[in-house]
């Protein structure tokens, strides 16, 4: 059997697998990274969506053997400690989430649309997302929440001084 090396979640893993098996197979039944859905096995639905290499792929479209020496994020892999990803927050503040089946794979391909369109127009949301089906929300308000979360994250990425909250008064003189 082939042996891989892939790294999910900054930890890096090696392993035997048949060169049949789907990276979601990998990454729910041998890393327990069940936080990663299966909702059709067929590439229609995205809930089986991670970032490979930076971009998102939907898992059960990829053999585990084509993520060999690759970088796999999943939905696990967006908090740091105790703190949410801002996108995670968004959903949350939003409620942008029923059942919470397409949740992970929402995550992580609105975080992946960002990454050409940093501040999308609701259109460009609905567009983005559109390998993402959800059966429970009617969108909207998973798309309030891709904005909210874009505005979020471009906050936490600009210069601390163009911060209005983190911006200092000047010393009473
Ligand atoms: S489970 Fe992968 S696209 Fe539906
Ligand atoms: S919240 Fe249920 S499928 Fe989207």
């Given at each position: 059997m082939p042996r891989i090396t892939v790294s999910v979640d900054g930890v890096t893993y090696e392993e035997e697998v048949?060169?049949?098996?789907l990276l979601v197979h990998l990454l729910r039944?041998?890393?327990?990274?069940?936080?990663?859905?299966?909702?059709?096995?067929?590439?229609?639905?995205?809930?089986c969506t991670v970032t490979l290499d930076g971009r998102s792929a939907k898992s059960c479209s990829v053999l585990a053997v084509q993520a060999d020496g690759s970088e796999v994020v999943t939905i696990?892999?967006?908090?740091r400690g105790q703190e949410w990803h801002p996108m995670q927050e968004a959903f949350h503040a939003e409620h942008a989430l029923q059942c919470g089946y397409c949740t992970p794979g929402m995550i992580m391909a609105a975080i992946d649309l960002l990454k050409d369109d940093p501040d999308p127009s609701e259109e460009a949301v609905r567009r983005g997302l559109e390998g993402n089906l959800c059966?429970?929300?009617?969108?909207s308000n998973i798309v309030r929440a891709v904005q909210r979360g874009a505005r979020e994250m471009a906050r936490q990425e600009a210069p601390r001084e163009t911060r209005p909250e983190t911006r200092q008064e000047a010393p009473a003189s």
């Open positions: 048949e060169p049949r098996l039944d041998r890393l327990g990274k069940t936080g990663t859905p299966i909702g059709c096995d067929t590439g229609n639905c995205g809930a696990e892999g967006l908090a059966r429970c929300t009617g969108y």
